[in-house]
């Protein structure tokens, strides 16, 4: 069975660019479409995008001119970088895929929670 | 502000059956499958309720999703109190190029 863990630095400075890390154990990474998801404090899930391995990649609309995804086979890894974060950034970010279809999402790690401060 | 639009919260006695509605358009809901999504307090998101009316394996026949127009619902009968949890719809959006939108969230509270 596939699982997946974040990993980040935590805090963020506000402009700087958030760089998050999800490895991936039990499958290789080029069997699925990766997610990010996160969750802003007490609020909802906001998708950010997805990316398979042959680098196809599909963002959201609201963060795409932030937002860039990468694929490293060899590491089973699968990357996040946000550009220019602010305060709004500050979230909870899941990495998750799925079996089934691109948006459906049945494997989540456990979240990286991410602050943007100075 | 949402794509989806959920109700903040619901509540129920246990035993008894809610619904928590999930309302959309014609480019989300009204042309795409519905997914439903649980997240217990502290806890990742798990998936609940796949392609509109599906189960994924271990959940209960008590939860039950389904769809009319641009509109879905997830039903939870027999309430138990470790029902109690947040809950997530989320649909593929076909607008600017596509992609994934959720619900806001509904706060489920068992009495």
């Known amino acids: 069975q596939v699982q997946v863990q974040e990993s980040g630095p935590g805090v963020v400075k506000p402009s700087e660019t958030l760089s998050l890390t999800c490895t991936v154990s039990?499958?290789?990474?080029?069997?699925?479409?990766w997610s990010w998801i996160r969750q802003s404090p007490g609020k909802g899930l906001e998708w950010i995008g997805y990316?398979?391995?042959?680098?196809?990649?599909n963002y959201n609309p609201s963060l795409k001119s932030r937002v860039t995804m990468s694929i490293d086979t060899s590491k089973n890894q699968f990357s996040l970088r946000l550009s220019s974060v602010t305060a709004a950034d500050t979230a909870v970010f899941y990495c998750?895929?799925?079996?089934?279809?691109?948006?459906?999402?049945?494997?989540w790690g456990q979240g990286t929670t991410v602050s943007v401060s100075s | 502000q949402s794509v989806l639009s959920q109700p903040p919260s619901v509540s129920g006695t246990p035993g008894q059956r809610v619904t928590i509605s999930c309302s959309g358009g014609?480019?989300?809901?009204?042309?795409?499958?519905v997914h439903w999504y649980q997240q217990l307090p502290g806890m990742a998101p798990k998936l609940l309720i796949y392609?509109?009316?599906y189960r994924p394996s271990g959940v209960p026949d008590r939860i039950s999703g389904s769809k009319s127009g641009t509109s879905a619902s997830l039903a939870i009968s027999g309430l138990q109190s470790e029902d109690e949890a947040d809950y997530y719809c989320?649909?593929?959006?076909?607008?600017?190029?596509?992609?994934?939108?959720f619900g806001g969230g509904t706060k489920l509270t068992v009495l």
């Open positions: 998750a895929t799925g079996s089934r279809q691109v948006d459906v999402f049945d494997i």
């Open positions: 990316m398979y391995h042959s680098g196809t990649t």
């Open positions: 989320a649909a593929w959006d076909d607008s600017l190029k596509g992609h994934v939108v």
């Open positions: 014609f480019s989300n809901i009204g042309s795409n499958a």
């Open positions: 039990g499958d290789s990474i080029t069997n699925y479409y």
């Open positions: 392609s509109t009316s």
